[in-house]
């Protein structure tokens, strides 16, 4: 064997044709994606059936791989995959060879061996989707990668509030919290931005990274700037990615006294998501994470289908812009 | 405070290059004679004394580089880089004297480390190698290294790279102490508590990308601190790869209120800005990090005006699976000896950036007049310290490109224009391609 070029797109050979991926936000424009809330759409009602398995991607092969810990994410990807009755692998970090010191790109190397058609990966470290791009021919899609990017949470969170809205051009957002350590927020500025919503940023200053008004959003420390919102997204604060003696804030205490989304901070009208898992009593108020205006038992269904949309567009369409038809025949 | 292989020194003819020596003012077409390793005579029409003769015609002659930041990765980390295979890519590079940092395994913190050096450079160096021992033990930051016997042993400075000293009480009394070894300091500049778990600049690009922030001030602010020192001790001090627009105005600063200090820039600052991380390529990640492009049209204004003297390669060779991973598990560092002049050509003279006699100036005396190196000149009675450089030629950089044994260059895949056609060091020709 010659040697491996593995470091740079360029290098691989010329005839190789160019992959799709959903790695980042910035990956896809506004009609895709349109397009793939249409199809998730139409999934929707697929599932309203009795039967609810799709023959579409059967016979190909969606490998899950998890190097973090998930549930919501990990078990909607699977079981999206089936319901389209692809065959479908997960893989955990914890129990793989990835304990044995296994470098990602042997990991990779080893699963792209089986050919699989789209590989589902999420990494704690930023960039780790790419090298599995580089080493392997299938299509990925990024489940998380450190604090960087979570396109497919973003798309869910899109198809909740369109449902909801019955459109999301114009909309106002606030998205509260720990936005520094948030690959969620990131991903859905971009794609509130690109999708023609007002996005506003709150929380302490110490959690709202410098800089990030360059991506199209406006930024506020005083939680009184959720008023004006149509949506309050709180943020998970992030604990297990902060350092140690970091002080971002002197307590949780303190942040749920002047961050925290709670009844009394909201006015009716506004619905209110939250990408999980919960602190309650910190970043939202049980009562308002139970209250029938909160979408968050929305945003987990939506889940499903929006990841059957991803799927089955990297595996199906042609090129970009046009919309296939989404075959809804029984298996 | 050089040391390299024993070699003959050569009898050679460059003939016909523009013949550039910014130093002294020269720029003019005509042939280089070198007798015995030194150069005998300029003009045309030469005398050939059947020498070897080494065709310049269209090529720019012009005093070779000196590169005062490298990592020769020895002792410890021969797999990513040797004496030999670094001073070979330092001569492909057309580099005529390298300065290697001691940041080794173990540290270059003794005089028996250091003596070891010295003798494998005697054995293996292409060009003259010069070795700067650190400031502290095992480059710790809490007990200072035999300054003294080191600077006997051959050390031609001091400095603790790759890591600060952080303790602003060390580093006055190693301000202090250094003055009777008549070796300077090299700071790298970093306020840790300020750049822990940086990943890159921060700002706009490491706010969208998600990546934890290196901020500038962590940078300027040690640079602030140890310039108040140098001024306070009366001491000369070298700064180390500059990447901040605040850095170089301290700098500028202290100059004028008539600190000894001298700065230096690499390559990949000048031409590349935070936004080359966007595609999260792990040969972009380095410390200090590509910032902003009002930071580099710092670092381009301080180059020209010559606030900054001295261009550096910070050459930090890595082995493939090092960086062979996402880009927040992998080290800092690229490799710069062979692709510097390629760069600096393609990114800034050409663009018309840049003046290539500035280039040239910074590339080779200033290096030379921070650490008292002798300068590379084209004057009859010099030692011959020559590279050759073809403007016109253009190429694409692969990892077979590199005589180095590390290929984690940030301009893998790039085509670039200029590139070294012969290096004469101390009076050997030790590239010709």
């Known amino acids: 064997m010659g040697e491996i070029h593995v470091m740079r797109e360029d290098l691989r050979p010329p005839d190789a044709p160019p992959k799709r991926h959903f790695i980042s936000i910035r990956d896809v424009s506004r009609d895709e994606l349109e397009r793939l809330l249409a199809t998730a759409r139409q999934f929707e009602r697929s599932l309203e059936r009795e039967v609810k398995k799709l023959p579409t991607l059967k016979g190909r092969l969606v490998i899950n791989v998890f190097f973090e810990s998930s549930t919501r994410t990990s078990s909607s990807f699977e079981l999206a995959a089936k319901r389209l009755s692809a065959d479908t692998m997960s893989i955990k970090s914890s129990g793989s060879s990835v304990d044995k010191g296994e470098s990602l790109k042997d990991t990779a190397i080893t699963l792209g061996a089986y050919d699989p058609d789209v590989i589902v990966i999420r990494h704690p470290q930023i960039g780790a989707p790419h090298v599995v791009a580089r080493v392997t021919t299938a299509h990925v899609v990024n489940a998380g990668d450190g604090k960087h990017q979570h396109p497919t949470q973003a798309l869910l969170d899109l198809y909740t509030i369109k449902e909801e809205f019955d459109r999301i051009d114009g909309l106002h957002v606030a998205i509260v919290g720990d936005v520094l350590h948030s690959r969620v927020a990131r991903s859905l500025i971009q794609a509130l931005v690109m999708m023609g919503a007002h996005v506003t940023l709150v929380g302490p200053p110490t959690l709202i990274p410098r800089g990030i008004e360059a991506m199209g959003c406006e930024a506020a420390t005083e939680i009184g700037a959720i008023a004006a919102a149509d949506v309050v997204y709180a943020l998970r604060m992030q604990r297990e990615r902060m350092e140690e003696g970091a002080n971002y804030v002197p307590s949780l205490r303190e942040y749920a006294a002047r961050w925290g989304v709670t009844a009394a901070r909201l006015r009716p009208g506004q619905r209110v998501m939250h990408p999980g898992p919960m602190n309650r009593g910190v970043e939202i108020d049980p009562v308002v994470a139970d209250h029938p205006d909160a979408l968050i038992e929305r945003q987990v269904r939506a889940g499903l289908v929006t990841r059957m949309a991803v799927l089955y567009d990297l595996l199906t369409s042609g090129p970009v812009g046009v919309t296939p038809e989404v075959e809804l025949g029984a298996a | ?433």
Not at chain 2, 31 to 37: P, Q
Not at chain 2, 165 to 171: D, E, K, Q, R
């Open chain 2, 1 to 433: 405070m050089l040391f390299r292989r024993d070699a003959p020194a050569d009898d050679l003819v460059v003939r016909g290059a523009r013949v550039v020596d910014p130093a002294q003012g020269i720029d003019a077409k005509m042939d280089v004679r070198i007798d015995g390793g030194i150069v005998a005579a300029l003009g045309t029409d030469l005398d050939l004394n059947r020498h070897r003769i080494l065709e310049g015609d269209g090529l720019v002659l012009a005093p070779a580089f000196v590169d005062p930041h490298v990592h020769l990765r020895t002792p410890g980390g021969e797999e990513e880089e040797t004496i030999a295979s670094g001073t070979a890519a330092a001569a492909a590079g057309g580099f005529c004297a390298i300065l290697a940092m001691p940041n080794t395994e173990p540290v270059v913190d003794s005089a028996a480390v250091l003596g070891s050096l010295v003798e494998a450079a005697r054995a293996q160096a292409e060009v003259p190698v010069g070795f700067l021992a650190s400031i502290t033990k095992s480059q710790r930051g809490a007990e200072l290294t035999e300054m003294g016997e080191l600077a006997d042993a051959g050390a031609i400075g001091f400095t603790d790279d790759g890591v600060p000293v952080a303790s602003p009480g060390l580093m006055r009394r190693a301000l202090q102490y250094s003055a009777v070894t008549g070796r300077n300091l090299s700071l790298h500049c970093e306020e840790p508590t300020l750049s822990r778990g940086g990943q890159m600049h921060e700002g706009m690009v490491s706010a969208e990308l998600g990546f934890t922030g290196y901020p500038s001030v962590a940078e300027s602010l040690m640079v602030e601190r140890d310039l108040a020192l140098a001024a306070f001790e009366r001491r000369p001090l070298h700064v180390l790869h500059l990447s901040a627009w605040e850095s170089v105005q301290a700098l500028r600063r202290a100059q004028q209120a008539g600190v000894h200090a001298t700065g230096e820039v690499t390559p990949h600052h000048l031409c590349l800005t935070d936004e080359a991380v966007r595609a999260l390529d792990p040969n972009r990640k380095m410390n200090p990090p590509l910032r902003s492009s009002d930071d580099r049209a710092a670092l381009i204004a301080g180059l020209k005006d010559g606030v900054i003297s001295c261009i550096a390669t910070d050459h930090a060779p890595h082995a493939r699976q090092e960086k062979d991973v996402p880009f927040e598990e992998a080290p800092f560092g690229v490799t710069g000896l062979e692709t510097a002049f390629p760069a600096l050509y393609t990114y800034l003279v050409e663009p018309g950036v840049i003046p290539l006699e500035t280039i040239l100036e910074r590339m080779s005396t200033g290096p030379a007049r921070a650490y008292g190196l002798d300068e590379p000149r084209i004057a009859v009675g010099a030692s011959a310290n020559l590279v050759l450089l073809d403007l016109n030629a253009s190429y694409r950089i692969t990892e077979q490109s590199f005589r180095s044994k590390s290929a984690n260059s940030w301009l893998l895949g790039e085509t670039v224009k200029g590139s070294v056609r012969a290096t004469v060091a101390d009076g050997r020709v030790v590239h010709a391609g």
